[in-house]
């Protein structure tokens, strides 16, 4: 069965496990989600639900988003999110998906927007090794240094790493396993660390890889 819900980061912790091993992992507060939209090969071309989650005052929400909820009699909700599946789905619009659609042991990819950087050189960015800081270095120990050939190109070649805007991208990290589920609290945890801060929208979906 294929799984989907969308959540907010809580945080990193700590866990043991049955050997009395740490086990470290990211809190999620999953769901609860509702149905807004189920799409079917025979309509749209392709199998895939739309998932709400997140309440919000419908004045905070633009005529579109607001009427695609008042269609379906529906609640506002803040965040859409589409999740493509490979096959029909025994979910329907309306329907509520909680935390406890995943189970201990389901292993998920989350996808988020990572941390924003702003603008970083290319040792941080790339992890570009610095100069020697003796023997006449010169206060360039942190630059870029040489941009490639000289006469020929005579121009610096597309894909060359240098400073620039970092982090803020959509990240997925795949694979990780379900340590635990609390159904009551709508938590779940991960093991390892996802992308984006704490309080930021990440998206939980059965992994693609088959382990």
């Known amino acids: 069965m294929q799984k989907a819900i969308i959540g907010r980061k809580v945080g990193m912790t700590q866990l043991f496990d049955e050997a009395g091993k740490v086990v470290p992992v990211t809190i999620i507060e999953a769901g609860p989600c509702v149905v807004t939209q189920k799409k079917t090969v025979e309509k749209e071309g392709y ?44 979910l329907n619009v309306g329907d509520i998906v909680k935390a406890d659609i995943f189970g201990e042991g ?35 120990h942190r630059h870029a240094g040489s941009m490639g050939a000289n006469s020929t190109p005579s121009r610096i070649m597309k894909g060359k790493k240098m400073p620039g805007h970092m982090g803020a991208e959509q990240v997925t990290i795949q694979n990780l396993d379900v340590v635990k589920v609390d159904p009551e609290l709508n938590v779940i945890a991960v093991r390892g660390a996802i992308p984006g801060p704490k309080g930021g929208i990440v998206f939980l979906k059965n992994t693609v890889k088959n382990v």
């Open 106 to 140: 389901d292993r998920v990819d989350v996808t988020g927007i990572s941390k924003g950087k702003g603008f970083a050189g290319t040792i941080k960015r790339w992890n570009g090794q610095r100069t020697p800081t003796t023997h006449g270095g010169g206060p360039v």
């Open 47 to 90: 199998c895939a639900i739309q998932l709400g989650f997140g309440d919000v005052n419908e004045r905070k929400l633009s005529k579109g988003e607001a009427g695609h909820l008042k269609k379906n009699s529906l609640p506002m909700k803040k965040h859409l999110k589409e999740f493509r599946f490979d096959g029909d789905t025994a």
